[in-house]
């Protein structure tokens, strides 16, 4: 039997319809490609120019995409400083004195300005140079959709309470990811990123003294060297996320988690009895299963909540709307 619908009826079934499409809709591989068709060009030879001169930044820019994105959206608004009307996500719990990599964004952004004015947005120009990073360092490529606009607010508040921590337990993190679209698969794929970068003795302090039994002991023996006991002393003290490999973004993060070696008390619970064993075990054993996942679920990330259209801006310099 065929159902008949009036005007205004079909007219609202396809507002429905169209309401389903997220806003990554908008977004195209191609949106530059007659405003600033060398915008890419010059983004990647800035990005290999800054992980050639120290290979850590690869992890600092993949790391500043993703908090961009986990606090409303990826819209830059990360790279905003302090002023009267911004309270600057810099200086929230989880990115103060830890979040890196503006420097690099910026000298991309004025090359690009050079060629372009108040054409591209900061906001694309992390998600590319995140791509780019990966890249750098021996990990998957992938085609970046772009179109995003800068914000021209940020949310200290708002960072402090959507962007994961290395002391957030297994829920926790379920339910972060899922709050941004993200299903337990991206979670775990995007965790392969802490095969690179380092992090701060006061993150994983706690987990190295404990002496639970899902950490190896060899393994926390060796990192107690370069992190004391007492809080406070050697709080900023760098290890490596990764000692095997620290420098290739590869799968050996999910090997070290088999063998309870993951730094991050938030890396260790991924393997852990947990429904995200079964996804560790897999990319441990399949590095081109990891790198696909990977690069597939930083485009899932890319596309949350991105401005578009006449939302925003096009910042002229990155820390300060126009």
């Known amino acids: 039997m065929v159902s008949r619908l009036s005007l205004p009826g079909v007219v ?7 309401s389903c499409f997220p806003c990554q ?13 060398h915008a890419l060009t010059t983004i990647r030879t800035a990005i290999r120019r800054a992980v050639s001169s120290e290979r850590r930044m690869a992890a600092s820019l993949i790391r500043l995409h993703f908090h961009d994105c986990f606090v409303q959206g990826c819209d830059a608004s990360i790279m905003l400083d302090n002023s009267p ?7 929230s719990f989880v990115n103060n004195n830890s979040i890196r990599g503006f420097e690099v964004i910026d000298g991309a952004k004025a090359q690009v300005e050079s060629l372009c004015p108040g054409v591209v947005s900061c906001a694309d120009i992390a998600a590319v140079a995140a791509r780019d990073a990966s890249v750098a360092v021996g990990g998957p490529s992938w ?3 772009l179109g995003r606009r800068d914000s021209t607010k940020a ?5 402090d309470s959507d962007i994961p921590r290395a002391t957030n337990s297994f829920s926790e993190l379920i339910d972060m990811f ?5 299903s337990e698969r991206d979670m775990v794929a995007l965790s392969g990123s802490h ?4 992090a701060r003795c006061v993150t994983f302090r706690a987990r190295i003294y404990d ?3 899902d950490i190896d002991a060899g393994f926390a023996s060796t990192r107690r060297r370069n992190c004391p006991s007492t809080s406070g002393n050697g709080n900023n003290n760098l290890a490596p996320l990764d000692l095997v490999t620290p420098n290739s973004l590869d799968n050996n993060y999910f090997r070290n988690l088999i063998q309870r070696r993951g730094l991050l008390q938030s890396d260790q619970v991924l393997f852990s009895g947990q429904s995200t064993d079964s996804i560790v075990t897999e990319y441990s054993r399949n590095p081109s299963l990891f790198s696909s996942d990977f690069a597939a679920a930083m485009l899932r990330m890319g596309d949350i909540e991105p401005l578009t259209g006449s939302q925003g801006e096009i910042r002229r310099v990155c820390s300060v709307v126009n």
């Open 12 to 18: 609202f079934s396809m507002f429905l319809i169209s």
């Open 25 to 37: 809709a908008q977004l195209s591989s191609n949106f530059y490609d007659s405003t600033c068709p």
């Open 85 to 91: 009307s911004i309270d600057s996500e810099k200086f």
């Open 143 to 145: 085609t970046v959709r």
């Open 155 to 159: 949310s200290r508040s708002l960072a």
């Open 178 to 182: 899922s709050r941004k679209g993200l």
């Open 195 to 198: 095969s690179i970068g380092q």
């Open 211 to 213: 002496n639970s039994s």
